[in-house]
């Protein structure tokens, strides 16, 4: 059955009609349009769909909506002009980028309870997130870049 | 030959197909230049590059060049974008096709200032004169470019390059990295349908039943049928997966053959062509053999695994069907579909639409025939057709599983004087737009079903099972034989580096093996049977770089070297790994030096050439499609495992300029002789070979057991 179901969005309360076990992640790509959250594999096991739920980064494919009622939820497009995104594109940091949006947020979750991660603390934060292209390492470098200039 | 054949030599490039400059080019007034190109972007930055070689050669600047995304109703014919081509296919056309461009330019240019073209002075599309001034965008009409390319037009010389061969920052990376809707998945159409295929998990050669009365199918979903082909439609996404669940779990199939247990043996026991691909004889020399060693390696399935599932998009809409795909080869897709669909190729639309990276042929192909037949029940609605992860671990093509038997003897002063290389392996390619019949999945489940096209292996020299399995070693004595196998317990096409992978793996594996016979020291034994000076000098640049001569031996501690010259034609790569193992293998560290000519983009080509070596010590070290008795086991990725951010070694890559060389593709160099030194380094550490890939935990202790 569907609900008219109330969601904080990047910011925003949103209202979306929906069955409340509906997958948060085609509520925000069809509902609300923010593609950026990505589908991979729909069991939270690659993290192309992350988003920050309260400030941890959790996959949204397979979190239904009733349980986000309430909770702050930031997709990638919520992130806007952040340092991450920006250091991203200084090092280069992607090839086909279908994995990316899920690594900015596993790497905003990061830094926003560690301003200073060693290298071995943003890989260890990055391990829920698949890339199967090999840009890991400038992935890395630019997580590192990105919480040097926040300093 | 016939005479028409020699009096004129074949065209560069993909002229050939494509020899009209409109084909290529396109002035906009605003001052910008459209290049069209039938190759796609898949993540590896093609369209940055070949949009360098344009302005290049234009003499504008980069910003000037928009490139088209490929579409069959305006793009030159380019085939498939595979095989490390798109720089040697594309580019050298594009090249000439906007020197060409420019000569017309100025020409218009001088006759609208009225003075001779070697008066003119041109910047980024200005063209000057005794303080008089137009520009290419007032020159241009629209029957500019309506003529053959002219070949014989001079080419910039490349040492008065200034775009080319400087780092050049993607052009499709801001959106992704932003997150903004640039892929396929992201594609909307009003009013667009949600879809979902529904077939078993297991390899199925018909539907025996489904009892459409008793589905209850959930919201507004309908079911579509034909044949054993079945697909629901929804207006919301999740009401299509619900669907697809419920369906699922109403449908029963008739089983495919059970896939055999020990797949290396039975490729031995079941190959049905067997062909010598290379021999070598000189007795002389076989009078001096010394020691003879055996080996046999393997190489398993490897999915092609993409982060994004296939998707396509598809519409019915004024007897044409119109699909949108993110197909390494929309052309060839054509062809396919038009035969599944009994069309006319002319009757078939498809345009490119980047999607996740693709590694080789996966299933972008196949889900766009099922969402051309879905398209066909939705009313002339657009139909999104979004593959999940487990539809695409199960039906797309895997990488072949190859078995390899190598053997060689050498003499008393340290030299191979015999070599023999076998192997056995399904086709390498069972692309869209090769066969008699349509290759894509559903073309075998409709109501009058399509036989499944058995995989080919493309001619040598690029090869395609066989690829790299001729050494570029001197050998006096050499015997290479393919032995093909067209019976596929696993559907198998092209992935990334085709046989290249398990070829360079076994041949760079076993020249250690011989090194050690012959108490040499690994990178001396390989340049001892070099002529080949760009070949020696990767090897030699890695070593030194890596600083071979000065390895400090540890307690589990290896390092390893290995080479290819990728399809024996392309690039050089050498390679050097460092591991550690315990209880597992950890790469520690890969360093590369890699030779392509002609950099286009430094930094794309460190990209890819990273990269490579990263996915390649993914394949290495973790991954293998697992199988049982009804097919693919491995339907998610807690079955198939690939290298996390914790586990990937820091990689190194040096690049040797060769701006007088032609410029290759660097996207498939590195996977053989990555996989080689880590295989050379692990064996280091432990002084046990490992064979078989990959190098689990398992494998080792099992090699440490027999040893």
Known sequence: MTETLRLSVNGIQREITAAPETPLLYALRNDLHLKGTRFGCGSGQCGACFVLIDGHAAPACDTPLWAVAGKAITTIEGLGEHTLSRAFVDEQAAQCGFCTSGILISAAALLGRNSKPTETEVRAALDRNLCRCGSHNRMVRAVLRAAQAER | ?707
Not at chain 2, 416 to 436: C, D, F, K, T
Not at chain 2, 474 to 488: D, I, L, S, T
Not at chain 2, 576 to 597: C, I, S
Request: net charge neutral; with cysteine.
């Open chain 2, 1 to 707: 030959m016939s005479a028409v054949s020699t009096s004129r030599p074949m065209p560069p490039g993909s002229l050939a197909k494509s020899p009209r400059l409109s084909q290529w080019i396109r002035i906009e007034p605003e001052g910008t230049f459209c290049v069209f190109t039938g190759k796609v972007e898949i993540g590896q930055g093609i369209l940055t590059a070949l949009a360098q070689i344009a302005a290049e050669e234009l003499g504008v600047s980069a910003g000037r060049v928009r490139m088209i995304a490929a579409d069959t109703s305006v793009s030159p014919d380019e085939g498939v974008t595979s095989g490390s081509l798109s720089i040697q296919d594309s580019g050298t056309a594009i090249r000439r096709a906007c020197a060409h461009a420019r000569k017309l330019l100025i020409g218009r240019a001088a006759t609208r200032l009225n003075v001779p073209v070697a008066g003119l002075h041109v910047e980024d599309g200005t063209v000057r004169s005794a303080g008089r001034s137009t520009t290419f965008w007032e020159c241009a009409d629209s029957t500019l470019f309506d003529c053959e390319v002219d070949e014989n037009i001079a080419l910039k010389s490349p040492g008065r390059y200034r775009i080319v061969g400087t780092p050049q920052a993607r052009v499709d990376l801001p959106d992704k990295i932003a997150g903004r809707p640039r892929f396929i998945q992201d594609m909307v159409l009003p009013a667009m349908l949600h879809a979902r295929v529904v077939r078993p998990s297991r390899g199925f050669t018909k539907l025996a039943g489904l009892d459409e009365g008793k589905l209850s199918l959930p919201g507004s979903a309908i079911l579509v049928r034909e044949g054993s082909f079945l697909g629901v439609l929804a207006e919301r996404e999740e009401t299509a997966i619900a669907a697809q669940r419920a369906v699922r779990e109403g449908a029963r199939w008739e089983d495919a053959s059970p896939v055999p247990g020990d797949v290396h043996s039975w490729l031995k026991s079941h190959a049905v062509d067997h062909r010598i691909i290379s021999e070598k004889a000189d007795p002389t020399a076989l009078e001096r053999v010394g020691r003879t060693l055996s080996a046999a390696y393997a190489k398993p399935y490897i999915f092609h695994a993409p982060i994004g599932p296939s998707c396509a998009i598809a519409q019915v809409q004024g007897g044409k069907l119109l699909v949108w795909s993110h197909s390494q080869g929309i052309f060839n897709l054509r062809r396919d579909l038009a035969l599944a669909l009994g069309m006319h190729e002319d009757e078939v639309i498809v345009r490119h639409v980047e999607g996740s990276g693709c590694y080789g042929h996966n299933g972008a192909d196949d889900a766009a025939l099922d969402a051309a037949l879905l398209a066909r029940a939705a009313g002339g609605r657009p139909v999104r057709l979004q593959w999940m992860r487990d539809d695409e671990f199960a039906w797309a093509p895997c990488g072949p599983a190859m078995a390899l038997e190598l053997s060689a003897s050498v003499d008393q002063a340290g030299k191979v004087v015999a070599w023999r290389h076998e192997l056995w392996s399904n086709g390498h390619s069972s692309r869209p737009g090769r066969s008699e019949y349509p290759s894509l999945v559903a073309a075998s489940h409709l109501p009058t079903p399509f036989p499944r096209p058995a995989a080919i292996n493309m001619p040598l020299p690029a090869g395609a099972a066989d690829r790299n399995a001729i050494p570029l070693y001197n050998f006096p004595n050499q015997r290479v034989v393919n032995h093909y196998v067209r019976e596929m317990p696993v559907r198998t096409s092209a992935l990334r580096s085709l046989g290249a992978y398990g070829n360079v793996f076994a041949i760079e594996s076993f020249m250690d093996e011989l090194a050690g016979v012959a108490e040499t020291d690994p990178v001396a034994f390989r340049l001892r049977h070099l002529k080949d000076d760009r070949a020696q000098s990767v090897i030699e640049a890695v070593a030194r770089q890596a600083a071979w001569a000065e390895w400090k031996p540890a307690d589990g501690a290896g390092h390893g070297v290995a080479f290819a010259k990728y399809k024996n034609l392309g690039a050089y790569c050498a390679v050097v790994a460092e591991v550690e193992v315990g209880r597992e293998v950890r790469v520690k560290r890969l360093v590369l030096a890699v030779d392509v000519g002609l950099i286009i983009n430094p930094d794309g080509v460190r990209n890819q050439i990273e990269g490579g070596a990263i996915q390649s010590t993914s394949w290495t070290l973790k991954e293998q499609v697992k199988l049982d008795a009804h097919g693919i086991a491995s339907l998610g990725w807690e079955d198939y495992p690939i290298l996390t951010f914790s586990e990937v070694p820091a990689v190194e890559v040096e690049l040797l300029d060769r701006p007088d060389l032609p410029a290759v593709g660097a996207g498939e160099a590195a996977q053989g002789p990555t996989a080689a030194a880590i295989a050379n380094a692990v064996a280091h550490a432990l002084g046990v070979r490992v064979r078989e890939l990959p190098l689990t935990p398992e494998r080792i202790i099992s090699a440490i057991e027999r040893q």
